[in-house]
Nanobody, 123 residues
Framework: VQLVESGGGSVQAGGSLRLSCVAS????????MGWFRQAPGKEREFVAA????????VYADSVKGRFTISRDKAKNTVYLQMNGLGPEGTSVYYC?????????????????WGQGTQVTVSS
């Protein structure tokens, strides 16, 4: 599965952005799609995930109530709506696709990764 993210950019604190990730290739094998982010000098961290078939969603505590993950199966696209962004949201955001189960927050449970899209939040 190939993944391509878009929608990153610069926004002021308190603002919103919507990221998109288009999947191509063997999308029939997808079990779950997720979003991770990585700030400079920090480890990659889980943001949110969605089961491809059931629409079940999981969020990191740090983004609950502010971020929403969704998917459009007809378009093979997953979205991340980010509201109330703070400076801690400045990161490269990565889309990931997993073909198997396991904890949604574990990056090793994802087999496909996009190239990342930069989000910069200014205070």
């Amino acid at each position: 599965v190939q993944l391509v993210e878009s929608g990153g950019g610069s926004v002021q604190a308190g603002g919103s952005l919507r990221l998109s990730c288009v999947a191509s290739g063997s999308t029939f094998s997808l079990y779950r799609m997720g979003w991770f982010r990585q700030a400079p000098g920090k480890e990659r961290e889980f943001v949110a995930a969605i089961r491809w078939s059931s629409d079940n969603r999981v969020y990191a505590d740090s983004v609950k109530g502010r971020f929403t993950i969704s998917r459009d199966k007809a378009k093979n696209t997953v979205y991340l709506q980010m509201n109330g962004l703070g400076p801690e949201g400045t990161s490269v955001y990565y889309c990931a696709g997993g073909e198997y189960g396991g904890p949604a927050a574990g990056p090793l449970n994802y087999t496909s990764w996009g190239q990342g899209t930069q989000v910069t939040v200014s205070s």
